[in-house]
């Protein structure tokens, strides 16, 4: 299977844990997205790279999150001393590079629950 | 400041019946609004996608209709089956933007009746 994919797909922590999700890209796929989603509500954006560059961080991702991408492949998003609120959905997706649609590919997301 | 907004929050609809969602827009420099479907366990998936140079698009059983004017756009399911059960979400992007991010409405559950 060449879509995205993530790891692991669920996650329960206790409060105060450290956190780590990856998502492998579709290959060749220069853009890769982060977003949270929580119960009853769609996807917010998180994060974007463009190959291994951060290019945005939405105002949702404190300090506690990072995300990195080293060598504009797969990427892991890191959530520090994790809070009962973190627990959501975390999407990642990609995109090819050029113009056009750009349509966005979403992996299957990591549930985290956080007790 | 929710900049999609999405309607209705749930819809039943028997099989064979037409499904219509709708959702508004207030960025007026979002320029790409696709729809999402969401099935329990997986992450979204686009159904099909629109610009604004467009008042409609049709694949299969879906259409999309934009209203540019009013900043409202619907997706309507002709025939629905049961197998089309999901969330859909609709969104919008600014291609204008450095990121291309999208923007979801909060979704609408469908839930297509035998």
């Known amino acids: 299977d060449t879509g995205v994919s993530q790891d692991p797909r669920h996650k329960i922590t206790k409060r105060g844990q450290n956190v780590t999700f990856r998502c492998d890209p579709i290959?060749?796929?220069?853009?890769l997205y982060w977003y949270r989603q929580t119960l009853g509500q769609g996807p917010e954006f998180l994060t974007y790279f463009q190959n291994e560059a951060q290019l945005e961080k939405s105002r949702l991702l404190s300090n506690r999150f990072s995300a990195e991408r080293p060598k504009g492949s797969f990427s892991t998003l890191e959530i520090q001393r994790t809070e009962q609120g973190d627990s959501a959905m975390y999407l990642c997706a990609s995109s090819p590079r050029g113009g056009g649609s750009n349509e966005q590919f979403f992996g299957p997301g990591t549930r985290l629950t956080v007790l | 400041q929710q900049q999609v907004k999405q309607s209705p929050q749930s819809l039943i609809v028997q099989k064979g019946g037409i499904s219509i969602i709708n959702c508004a827009y207030e960025n007026t420099a979002f320029d790409y609004f696709p729809w999402y479907q969401q099935f329990p366990g997986k992450g979204p998936a686009l159904l099909i996608a629109i610009r604004p140079d467009v008042s409609e698009k049709k694949e299969g059983r879906f259409t999309i209709s934009f209203n540019k004017s009013a900043k409202q756009f619907s997706l309507h399911i002709m025939d629905s089956q049961p197998g089309d059960s999901a969330t859909y979400f609709c969104?919008?992007?600014?291609?204008?933007?450095?990121?291309?991010?999208?923007?979801f409405g909060k979704g609408t559950l469908l839930t297509v009746n035998p």
């Open positions: 290959s060749e796929h220069n853009r």
């Open positions: 969104a919008a992007r600014n291609s204008g933007g450095s990121n291309y991010k999208l923007t």
